[in-house]
């Protein structure tokens, strides 16, 4: 299995990014996927979350309404479009897929780098 994220960058404040998750090796409308990020010297927090369909989302309150997560299960990949981005969001983003909506997260990906400038 391998979730690989791509769309990282280094981007004003104010701007928009859209990360992309690409899914193999696994069946992957069966997850539920998401989000999570870790500043520099800080934990893992979660970002957001979509189940089966993109009506059917969760988000942290600090991006919720800036964030959108959707997914493409035809293309097994899940995005994160972020807008009015600001420099604590700064943060290596990584997505994770838990099996049936879980709760434990079985696969992760290796992260990509999103930096805020002010």
């Known amino acids: 299995v391998q979730l690989v994220e791509s769309g990282g960058g280094l981007v004003q404040a104010g701007g928009s990014l859209r990360l992309s998750c690409a899914a193999s090796?696994?069946?992957?409308?069966?997850?539920?996927m998401s989000w999570f990020r870790q500043a520099p010297g800080k934990e893992r927090v979660f970002v957001a979350s979509?189940?089966?369909?993109?009506?059917?989302?969760s988000y942290s309150n600090s991006v919720a309404d800036r964030f959108t997560i959707s997914r493409d299960n035809a293309k097994n990949t899940v995005y994160l479009q972020m807008n009015s981005l600001r420099p604590e969001d700064t943060a290596i983003y990584y997505c994770?897929?838990?099996?049936?909506?879980?709760?434990?997260?079985?696969?992760w990906g290796q992260g990509t780098q999103v930096t805020v400038s002010s």
């Open positions: 090796g696994l069946t992957f409308s069966h997850y539920e």
């Open positions: 979509v189940r089966w369909t993109n009506e059917d989302t």
């Open positions: 994770a897929a838990a099996f049936m909506s879980s709760g434990n997260y079985n696969y």
